[in-house]
């Protein structure tokens, strides 16, 4: 497969824009005043924006649609999503459960199987029966202790509103039992029922832009219905927190996370022996996060970066649960713990070393530590129970799809489970990581994938991504999206700036409020070494980012246009002072910061939010594709179109400034795979056009 630069037929950038009315509506912070003239876009319900979406999805329709390999890719990304997909099995009960999906099925489909012999296993639910174009997704599956009961959540259309439902898994029987207007829960399994988390019935016409306030933990008894259901914990003095509940195996206790307004978490813990004593607080300040690993006996293992930015290991007891009485169990390494769990009877460490995960395998006691050897570098999952040792881990890197191997404790070896069988040789292909310096002078890491023989003359064109805030690493990982982009030439580039967890918590925070200009600084810089050390040039690079990437993408073209031929922000974050007045967006005030909290944060704010900082001077944009989905009830779609509706008002140059408005879907998760591979022929065909790419497929 060849590819040619400087492509030379195919769409060209609209001369006019759908109409976008102008307001005079205004704010005023610390003196200033800001205008905001696509206000009446919030109300994303309304005819006005209603008439606007479908002229702006025509006319991007249209440019699309037109791309001259746009079908070619379309069925080059079909025939590689086509290969069978399965997940590690979990053992319940003493049967075997997995999800496997055969390739273009639009969700995964959970199989119940007697033995590990037996690889086929009967369905046992099939969320592609839940709707004809598979937009209800299987988002979690959640067994009653003793396995005769299994609570299940599903999402409609993406949204992150969850419903629970309960069925016996022995017989495939539904109960009458269904949950509705839940968040970020599960169902915690106890005595004859179950807790979970929700919030009252949203505003009818507000479901998906409302704050989200008032969440609560509650407790359902099977066979009744959610009317019966009775609050088991809420803070009133604290609308704007996330409460969830956890159990632990042997039911002896209960334990209540709340976070979302800090850089971390509160814990506390219940002796369900003793309910009338309620909750005993083990931490007192939202400054660290802390995770149960699992219990043993009166023993709580906790995994945690308390007195250890880079995370520990610690053990807490139900007698005195105190942070000052927790004993150090894995002391802190020089590489991040991202991941700990308890398998076997023994401590499985998941340890972070130049952003690729290395498991470890030590005692209770932290004691006779000894590494797994892994296939390569790359991202792993592990899967399996406390007192079991039947080991499963995933294995994957950007050049190897989700490869399943048993761990057997007792040899310390590995034998491969799964491997999927893909049109795709991983071995043409060659991954090197490489350190950059940012602008402050701080290395900062990036993965390349490329096919060998790639020469540094300057030609070859680049697509980069990145995220860059909350404590997210992004490791290694398989996606057939940029296989076609690579078998032309092509050079994916995954960059690690701050603002991630990869190297602990100074990491995370040297991107974030007052420091979040070191994100855009350390991606900006990212292709500026690439274009320096001759793998590209100006103009031959296509930047994409999703949700916190997609605010990156938006203030890095605002901040460097020059260096980039296209640009798709993804359900990004482009109104800094307005984020957190929707949905959850109260959220991500730790990261951020808001306007209200001081006028330097405001100014600062201000002075790198993407809407409130686009050229209308002339200087030449890339080509620009938007991207949000009507159902996004985590980014609000109104960041997009009024960034979208601001970027087509303004002298940016004469390239395209289009949005795609995607119809019953969300903020991505759950996403049937037919609507994936529509919405991936369609930005890897623009990004691939406009940086001058005429690929042969």
């Known amino acids: 497969m060849a590819c040619v630069l400087l492509a030379s037929c195919g769409p060209r950038a609209p001369k006019t824009y759908p109409a976008a009315g102008r307001t005079d509506v205004c704010d005023v912070f610390y003196g200033d005043t800001v205008e905001d003239p696509y206000r009446w876009m919030e109300n994303d319900t309304s005819a006005e924006v209603a008439s606007w979406v479908r002229e702006e999805n025509a006319l991007t329709r249209s440019y699309l649609d037109a791309i001259p390999f746009r079908a070619a890719l379309k069925e080059r990304l079909t025939d590689l999503y086509?290969?069978?997909?399965?997940?590690?099995?979990?053992?319940?009960?003493?049967?075997?459960?997995?999800?496997?999906?055969?390739?273009?099925?639009?969700?995964?489909?959970?199989?119940?199987?007697?033995?590990?012999?037996?690889?086929?296993?009967?369905?046992?639910?099939?969320?592609?029966?839940?709707?004809?174009?598979?937009?209800?997704?299987?988002?979690?599956?959640?067994?009653?202790?003793?396995?005769?009961?299994?609570?299940?959540?599903?999402?409609?259309?993406?949204?992150?509103?969850?419903?629970?439902?309960?069925?016996?898994?022995?017989?495939?029987?539904?109960?009458?039992?269904?949950?509705?207007?839940?968040?970020?829960?599960?169902?915690?399994?106890?005595?004859?029922?179950?807790?979970?988390?929700?919030?009252?019935?949203?505003?009818?016409?507000?479901?998906?832009?409302?704050?989200?306030?008032?969440?609560?933990?509650?407790?359902?008894?099977?066979?009744?219905?959610?009317?019966?259901?009775?609050?088991?914990?809420?803070?009133k003095d604290y609308p704007k927190r996330f409460y969830t509940v956890t159990v632990s195996d042997d039911e002896r206790m209960l334990f209540l996370y709340s976070d979302g307004m800090g850089s971390g978490n509160l814990l506390s813990v219940m002796d369900l022996n003793h309910k009338e004593r309620g909750f005993v607080p083990m931490v007192d300040d939202y400054s660290n996060w802390y995770y149960l690993i699992a219990t043993d006996g009166g023993k709580i293992y906790l995994y945690t970066n308390y007195g250890a930015p880079r995370y520990r290991v610690m053990e807490a007891s139900l007698s005195a649960p105190s942070v000052k009485n927790w004993k150090e169990v894995v002391p802190e390494q020089e590489w991040v713990l991202s991941s700990a769990s308890i398998l076997d009877g023994k401590l499985f460490l998941v340890y972070d070393k130049d952003v690729a995960n290395h498991v470890y395998v030590a005692g209770l006691d932290g004691k006779g530590m000894k590494e797994i050897t892994l296939p390569g570098a790359g991202s792993v999952s592990l899967s399996g129970s406390k007192d079991s040792d039947e080991i499963f881990y995933t294995f994957t890197s950007f050049t190897v799809p989700g490869a399943i191997y048993r761990y057997d404790p007792q040899t310390d070896s590995s034998s491969l489970y799964h491997s999927p069988e893909i049109d795709f040789d991983g071995s043409l292909y060659e991954t090197k990581q490489v350190f950059f310096t940012s602008k402050d002078g701080t290395p900062v890491p990036m993965y390349l994938v490329y096919r060998k023989g790639l020469e540094l003359d300057g030609n070859n064109p680049v697509i980069m991504t990145g995220y860059g805030g909350f404590g997210i690493s992004l490791y290694p990982s398989f996606s057939t999206n940029y296989i076609p982009f690579m078998e032309n030439g092509g050079v994916y580039v995954q960059v690690n700036m701050r603002g991630g967890n990869e190297y602990g918590q100074a990491w995370h925070e040297a991107g974030t409020k007052l420091n979040k200009q070191n994100v855009f600084d350390d991606f900006i810089s990212a292709a500026e070494y690439l274009i320096a050390n001759g793998y590209t040039q100006k103009r031959m690079i296509g930047i994409m980012g999703g949700s916190n990437g997609g605010l990156l993408i938006g203030a890095c073209v605002n901040q460097a246009p020059e260096l980039f031929g296209a640009a798709v922000p993804r359900v990004g974050v482009m109104d800094m002072l307005r984020y957190h007045l929707f949905t959850i967006g109260w959220n991500w005030a730790p990261d951020y910061g808001t306007v209200n909290d001081?006028?330097?944060?405001?100014?600062?704010?201000?002075?790198?939010?993407?809407?409130?900082?686009?050229?209308?001077?002339?200087?030449?944009?890339?080509?620009?594709?938007?991207?949000?989905?009507?159902?996004?009830?985590?980014?609000?779609?109104?960041?997009?179109?009024?960034?979208?509706?601001?970027?087509?008002?303004?002298?940016?140059?004469?390239?395209?400034?289009?949005?795609?408005?995607?119809?019953?879907?969300?903020?991505?998760?759950?996403?049937?795979?037919?609507?994936t591979i529509d919405e991936m022929a369609d930005i890897y065909s623009f990004m691939m056009y406009n940086i001058g790419m005429s690929p042969k497929f």
């Open 82 to 235: 086509n290969y069978e997909k399965a997940g590690a099995p979990m053992k319940r009960n003493g049967k075997y459960y997995f999800f496997r999906n055969d390739g273009l099925q639009n969700q995964s489909v959970l199989y119940r199987a007697d033995s590990l012999s037996d690889r086929k296993g009967t369905v046992l639910l099939d969320p592609n029966t839940f709707s004809d174009e598979g937009t209800v997704a299987l988002t979690g599956i959640y067994f009653s202790k003793d396995g005769k009961y299994m609570a299940y959540t599903i999402s409609r259309n993406g949204s992150d509103w969850s419903e629970i439902f309960v069925m016996d898994p022995a017989t495939g029987e539904m109960l009458p039992d269904h949950i509705e207007w839940c968040k970020f829960s599960g169902a915690e399994w106890y005595g004859d029922g179950f807790f979970y988390s929700a919030y009252g019935i949203p505003e009818e016409g507000k479901e998906f832009t409302a704050i989200n306030e008032g969440h609560k933990v509650y407790y359902h008894k099977l066979g009744t219905p959610q009317s019966e259901d009775k609050v088991f914990y809420e803070n």
């Open 598 to 675: 001081s006028e330097e944060m405001f100014r600062y704010l201000r002075g790198y939010s993407p809407l409130h900082n686009i050229s209308n001077d002339g200087t030449e944009y890339p080509a620009i594709l938007v991207t949000t989905a009507d159902h996004d009830d985590r980014v609000v779609p109104a960041h997009s179109f009024k960034y979208a509706a601001q970027l087509q008002w303004s002298d940016t140059g004469g390239a395209p400034k289009l949005i795609r408005i995607d119809s019953n879907a969300g903020h991505g998760g759950g996403k049937p795979v037919s609507k």
